[in-house]
T-cell receptor, first 112, second 115 residues
Framework: DQQVKQNSPSLSVQEGRISILNCDYT??????FLWYKKYPAEGPTFLIS?????DKNEDGRFTVFLNKSAKHLSLHIVPSQPGDSAVYFC???????????FGTGTRLQVTL | DTGVSQNPRHKITKRGQNVTFRCDPI?????LYWYRQTLGQGPEFLTY????????KSRLLSDRFSAERPKGSFSTLEIQRTEQGDSAMYLC?????????????FGPGTRLTVL
């Protein structure tokens, strides 16, 4: 049972434009959400997180939006840069339990 | 401090052999996690420690797998009698639990290939 889903395996965006990566979840107990970026042969790198008590969190070029009623979150990258090309994973966790449940990832390619 | 480190980075072994991986967390991080990632999938939780206590194990962690974190510092993950299905990237992460949520920081992983 895939509790965290990233339905777009890949996304291509031009440099300078907005990248929007989407994530859906089914477990209503999830209350903390994170986005990680992964380059080949490296471990995931933490990008940004959001608690379920918020609907938006912003950090520089990265903004995460959470729609609890739709069980949906999205990561916006503005403006997109070639160095943003990587695989992006959405992850979720429940309260004091710390194990992360990951989606399958979306490969973002930012073209010149 | 340079982050979470894992050794070895790559391991090739024959089916039936035992392998052991090591993870050194970020200094003073009290939580340490192991995940496994296969091709085309996201990381899957295996187990985690708070200090030296192993608090949770996934059902993915069969009897052939054992993890330890002596003295609450580094951790080892051992796989006995390896099978080809064990081929994967094994990721370690650490965090400092200070509130009801914490952020996990990952190491570079150990890629295991079982022939």
């Amino acid at each position: 049972d895939q509790q965290v889903k990233q339905n777009s395996p890949s996304l291509s965006v031009q440099e300078g434009r907005i990248s929007i990566l989407n994530c859906d979840y089914t477990n209503s107990m999830f209350d903390y959400f994170l986005w990680y970026k992964k380059y080949p042969a490296e471990g995931p790198t933490f990008l940004i997180s959001i608690s379920s008590i918020k609907d938006k969190n912003e950090d520089g070029r990265f903004t995460v939006f959470l729609n609890k009623s739709a069980k949906h979150l999205s990561l916006h990258i503005v403006p997109s840069q070639p160095g943003d090309s990587a695989v992006y994973f959405c992850a979720a966790t429940v309260g004091t339990a710390s194990k992360l449940t990951f989606g399958t990832g979306t490969r973002l390619q930012v073209t010149l | 401090d340079t982050g979470v480190s894992q050794n070895p980075r790559h391991k090739i072994t024959k089916r039936g052999q035992n392998v052991t991986f090591r993870c050194d967390p970020i200094s003073e991080h009290n939580r340490l996690y192991w995940y496994r990632q296969t091709l085309g999938q996201g990381p899957e939780f295996l187990t985690y420690f708070q200090n030296e206590a192993q608090l949770e194990k996934s059902r993915l962690l069969s009897d052939r797998f054992s993890a330890e974190r002596p003295k609450g510092s580094f951790s080892t993950l051992e796989i006995q009698r390896t099978e080809q299905g064990d081929s994967a990237m094994y990721l370690c992460a650490s965090s400092l639990r200070v509130s009801s949520t914490d952020t996990q920081y990952f190491g570079p992983g150990t890629r295991l290939t079982v022939l």
